[in-house]
Nanobody, 128 residues
């Protein structure tokens, strides 16, 4: 079982950038497909980006061109580089993992209930 720990959130002004990190607890991290999700107050959790086992990034329409997902397998770290942040991006951000690669494939909406492992989240607040 893998434990995930996010960090890197904070408060920024609109147009700013943040780099989120998610550290996995075990070296078999490379056997998981990974994703970044957000949950704003009063809203359902939704996916921003995923990374399949072969390293292909996939993005929600709202994240395309602004966010970049990547990983450092040697360090067991998943990243989310966020630029051009907007007040609507204010949310708790979570990383998630699962061994079933297909759930990370491109889709209209990633199903959060299919991801087995979750971190506790890191807060991102964007002011106008």
């Amino acid at each position: 079982q893998v434990r995930l720990t996010e960090s890197g959130g904070g408060s920024v002004q609109a147009g700013g950038s943040l780099n989120l990190t998610c550290v996995a607890s075990e070296s078999s991290y490379s056997n998981y497909c990974m994703g970044w999700f957000r949950q704003a107050p009063g809203k359902e959790r939704e996916g921003d980006a995923t990374l399949t086992l072969d390293g292909r990034p996939n993005y929600a329409d709202s994240a395309k061109g602004r966010f970049a997902i990547s990983k450092d397998t040697a360090k067991n770290i998943l990243y989310l580089r966020m630029t051009g942040l907007k007040p609507d991006d204010t949310a708790m951000y979570y990383c998630a993992a699962d061994v079933i690669n297909s759930i990370c494939e491109p889709t209209t909406t990633w199903r959060e209930d299919l991801f087995t492992f979750w971190g506790h989240g890191t807060q991102v607040t964007v002011s106008s």
